[in-house]
């Protein structure tokens, strides 16, 4: 079982495709997702109380299209493009949900060389965030059955995560136990804009946003997540500073009982909100073309599995107390 966990669990380790970021933005788009459609979803139907509404991050590469020129977007009916996606889907299940429901739809994501320009991601993230508008909006009306619900959303998936905590209603926001931002930064701008991101204080509000952004040092933050207005330490739950211990194996990539469990020491920055983590001796979890050495971005939610199940289990029984 352990070995079967690890295999779907490449997760987290983004691999895309080879191809140069072209300068014009006006791409061509696959075929928009069909919700209603069930191959365009993976449930995990529990019949909990509460569910998990999941954003996955970024699995796509730039790709050649039929004519040769590159494709920035993934194509949800595409088998080749669908597998990375589903192998997320299925990991941080199978990682962070325990007994409640999953539900996480494909999306017309951008490429990961999207992210090496703010002009192009601009222009490009509308699409994405449009598809899984749509994906949230039939999941309340279709799918949800009006039961409270997690959002969860990793890197690119959280940054999408936050558009729809900004679009929420009231009525949808009494039934939001919580939401986790996993590897990102929210900008002061963003917090003071929106009334439903509200922070988390500890293990137990609800109705809160969660974030966390893990680094070796502040020189290794990727570039436009060097602040966060929203951070808590995901393994003390607290805001602080005061340091915790984190005793973990490191890699997903490799069996649990093949490897040696680091002892780790996790500190929350409160200047800059970011999670500066020592003791890390994995050497597997560099980004491609976005990543920088101490960054840990590849392992955001590998590392604090336990605590991330833990805790939304926690924050769903008190909100159904």
């Given at each position: 079982?352990?070995?079967?966990?690890?295999?779907?669990?490449?997760?987290?380790?983004?691999?895309?495709?080879?191809?140069?970021?072209?300068?014009?933005?006006?791409?061509?788009?696959?075929?928009?997702?069909?919700?209603?459609?069930?191959?365009?979803?993976?449930?995990?139907?529990?019949?909990a109380?509460?569910d998990?509404?999941?954003?996955?991050?970024?699995?796509?590469?730039?790709?050649?299209?039929?004519?040769?020129?590159?494709?920035?977007?993934?194509?949800?009916?595409?088998?080749?493009?669908?597998?990375p996606?589903?192998?997320?889907?299925?990991?941080?299940d199978?990682?962070?949900?325990?007994?409640l429901?999953?539900?996480?739809?494909?999306?017309?994501?951008?490429?990961?060389?999207?992210?090496?320009?703010?002009?192009?991601?601009?222009?490009?993230?509308?699409?994405?965030?449009?598809?899984?508008?749509?994906?949230?909006?039939?999941?309340?009306?279709?799918?949800?059955?009006?039961?409270?619900?997690?959002?969860?959303?990793?890197?690119?998936?959280?940054?999408?995560?936050?558009e729809?905590?900004?679009?929420?209603?009231?009525?949808?926001?009494?039934?939001?136990?919580?939401?986790?931002?996993?590897?990102?930064?929210?900008?002061?701008?963003?917090?003071?804009?929106?009334?439903?991101?509200?922070?988390?204080?500890?293990?137990?509000?609800?109705?809160v946003?969660?974030?966390?952004?893990?680094v070796?040092?502040?020189q290794?933050?990727?570039?436009?997540?060097?602040?966060?207005?929203?951070?808590?330490?995901?393994?003390?739950?607290?805001?602080?500073?005061?340091?915790?211990?984190?005793?973990?194996?490191?890699?997903?990539?490799?069996?649990?009982?093949?490897?040696?469990?680091?002892?780790?020491?996790?500190?929350?920055?409160?200047?800059?909100?970011?999670?500066?983590?020592?003791?890390?001796?994995?050497?597997?979890?560099q980004?491609?073309?976005?990543?920088?050495?101490?960054?840990?971005?590849?392992?955001?939610?590998?590392?604090?599995?336990?605590?991330?199940?833990?805790?939304?289990?926690?924050?769903?029984a008190?909100?159904?107390?």
């Amino acid at each position: 079982m352990k070995q079967l966990v690890t295999v779907i669990i490449s997760i987290l380790l983004i691999v895309p495709c080879t191809g140069q970021t072209p300068n014009n933005v006006g791409d061509s788009l696959p075929k928009s997702p069909d919700y209603a459609d069930t191959t365009q979803w993976y449930v995990s139907n529990r019949k909990a109380a509460a569910d998990v509404f999941y954003i996955i991050s970024t699995e796509t590469g730039d790709y050649p299209g039929i004519d040769g020129s590159p494709q920035h977007f993934a194509d949800t009916y595409a088998d080749s493009l669908r597998q990375p996606m589903l192998s997320e889907m299925v990991g941080v299940d199978t990682l962070i949900s325990g007994r409640l429901n999953y539900y996480s739809p494909y999306y017309r994501q951008c490429s990961l060389q999207t992210f090496l320009d703010a002009k192009t991601e601009a222009a490009r993230m509308p699409v994405a965030i449009g598809d899984v508008r749509r994906a949230f909006k039939h999941y309340l009306q279709s799918m949800n059955g009006g039961r409270p619900f997690v959002l969860a959303g990793f890197s690119q998936g959280a940054m999408i995560m936050l558009e729809l905590l900004k679009e929420m209603d009231a009525d949808t926001y009494r039934r939001m136990v919580a939401a986790y931002a996993i590897g990102i930064a929210i900008p002061r701008r963003t917090l003071d804009a929106c009334k439903y991101i509200v922070p988390a204080k500890d293990a137990d509000d609800t109705g809160v946003t969660i974030c966390y952004n893990s680094v070796r040092d502040a020189q290794a933050v990727m570039k436009g997540w060097e602040r966060s207005a929203v951070a808590i330490n995901p393994v003390n739950w607290r805001t602080d500073g005061t340091p915790a211990t984190l005793v973990t194996e490191t890699s997903p990539l490799v069996p649990v009982d093949r490897q040696k469990a680091d002892t780790m020491t996790v500190s929350l920055d409160r200047a800059t909100g970011l999670l500066f983590v020592s003791g890390f001796t994995g050497t597997d979890y560099q980004l491609p073309l976005i990543g920088r050495e101490g960054n840990y971005h590849s392992r955001e939610i590998w590392l604090y599995r336990h605590q991330l199940r833990d805790n939304m289990a926690r924050r769903v029984a008190n909100f159904l107390r």
